[in-house]
């Protein structure tokens, strides 16, 4: 779905019966103002950070870095500056395949803005923070739309009923969105899952 922030905060505005604006960005719109503020600084971080968005993924080698010190890990790494959540790290060296990249699950702590782990070099797949929603794909577009009008149904029309309902369809998409990424981001490779992994933890 190719949208604009404008689009995105007009379909949620019909979600709760109310009439479209003009443009986000417009400054004597009270519910203009109202709407982009609620976007930019809650509700699209909350969503990017809820599930495993295929069209907001990205992969990259980290730099390591020695001024940090962890008596928990062996190794340090930055974190990519648009980063919003690590996955899953893409290692060499995996059986049955040794030489080749494979999608696994290893060990690793995010704190503040560095990544451990006791890998000697890391590839991350992690969520980015793509402020632009032209380049969601449909369910993140709508997923979006429908946190943000639980939220503007809770401020603006003042019903806890019907932000509770958006809430409820905004629960059962972000639902499908894992397993449909899950789905489309495992074709050709591996995907080993030990139990007992430890996930991230961001402080």
């Not at 719109?29 to 968005?53: I, P």
């Not at 992969?59 to 648009?82: C, K, M």
């Not at 029309?157 to 899950?182: R, T």
Request: one cysteine or more; aromatic letters at 12%; glycine letters at 8%.
């Amino acid at each position: 779905m190719a949208g604009t922030e404008t689009t995105l905060a007009n379909l949620a505005f019909r979600m709760i019966r109310e009439d479209p604006i003009t443009s986000i960005d417009d400054p004597d719109d009270a519910r203009a103002l109202e709407a982009k503020d609620l976007w930019q600084n809650m509700v699209r971080g909350e969503v990017l950070r809820s599930a495993d968005w295929n069209s907001v993924r990205k992969q990259e080698d980290l730099a390591g870095i020695t001024n940090v010190r962890s008596t928990e890990w062996g190794y340090a790494y930055q974190i990519p500056s648009d980063y919003i959540m690590a996955r899953r790290i893409a290692s060499m060296n995996v059986a049955p395949y040794p030489g080749r990249f494979e999608v696994v699950w290893i060990p690793y702590e995010v704190m503040g803005q560095t990544f451990f782990t006791d890998e000697s070099s890391v590839t991350l797949i992690y969520t980015y923070r793509e402020t632009n929603p032209g380049f969601y794909d449909d369910l993140l577009f709508g997923a979006c739309a429908t946190r943000l009008a639980a939220e503007l149904a809770y401020s603006r029309a003042g019903s806890f009923k019907l932000g509770d309902e958006k809430m409820a369809i905004y629960a059962q998409k972000v639902k499908e969105g894992e397993g449909d990424n899950q789905v489309e981001g495992v074709g050709g490779r591996s995907l080993y899952t030990p139990s007992g992994i430890l996930t991230a933890r961001r402080f």
